[in-house]
């Protein structure tokens, strides 16, 4: 079964500091792959997705993550962090055939500090 | 063009009452999932519907909780007896094929059974 493990549920960095979030997957399948972010009491929103092309994925606010696959892993990062960024980052990958429902990490909480 | 809609964004209701929470799709979109966040916990997928069908409800409860979407109106998930473990949020996302496209989704209706 696939699934989605995130180390860490909560991490705290300073601001203008190097934002790494980590997710490990287990797939038997190639997988898609997608990183969400959460404002409070807000939905979900799409930060990037790994679709099977460039293993180096380009995202939204500075964002980016790649896909591992020797490591099944798929870090969040970006180089400098900013106030704003303060968030909860889930992870998750796509089941694909039939539903191609998602299955989430539990989510990292992303405290930046001034 | 609107984002996925959910409402009420916040529900109370008292042990044993029903909860009806509704999502209307974007334009365009025929396919709804239903994800519940509990406390502390990540997105867990409930229910996978299109127009009339119940596609995928394997993660459904198998008491008291039931979905549809019409042909026409918004898709309906329905809390019959609820208890205080139903309290979460009740997220509700749309995608316009169901395959290999993003899912979008709403903010959430934050359920509260006292």
């Known amino acids: 079964a696939q699934s989605v493990t995130q180390l860490g549920s909560h991490v705290s960095v300073s601001e203008g500091a190097l934002v790494l979030l980590r997710c490990n997957y287990s797939s038997s399948v190639p997988p898609y792959l997608f990183w969400y972010v959460q404002y409070p009491n807000q939905g979900l929103q799409l930060l990037l997705k790994y679709t099977s092309a460039a293993t180096l994925v380009k995202g939204i606010n500075g964002f980016e993550a790649e896909f591992k696959k020797s490591e099944t892993s798929f870090h969040l990062t970006k180089p400098s962090a900013h106030m704003s960024d303060a968030a909860e980052y889930f992870c998750a990958v796509r089941i694909s055939g039939g539903s191609e429902k998602l299955v989430f990490g539990k989510g990292t909480k992303l405290t930046v500090n001034p | 063009n609107a984002g996925v809609m959910q409402n009420p964004r916040h529900l109370v209701r008292r042990r044993g009452q029903e909860a009806r929470l509704r999502c209307s799709p974007m334009k365009g979109h025929s396919h709804v999932y239903w994800y519940r966040q509990l406390p502390e916990e990540g997105l867990k997928f409930m229910v996978y519907l299109q127009k009339e069908n119940i596609i995928d409800e394997s993660g459904m409860p198998k008491e008291r909780f039931s979905a549809e979407f019409p042909k026409e109106g918004p898709s309906i998930l329905r809390i019959q007896q609820v208890v205080r473990g139903d309290s979460a949020a009740y997220f509700c996302?749309?995608?316009?094929?169901?395959?290999?496209?993003?899912?979008?989704f709403g903010q959430g209706t934050r359920l509260t059974v006292v």
């Open positions: 996302a749309s995608s316009p094929t169901g395959v290999n496209t993003e899912a979008f």
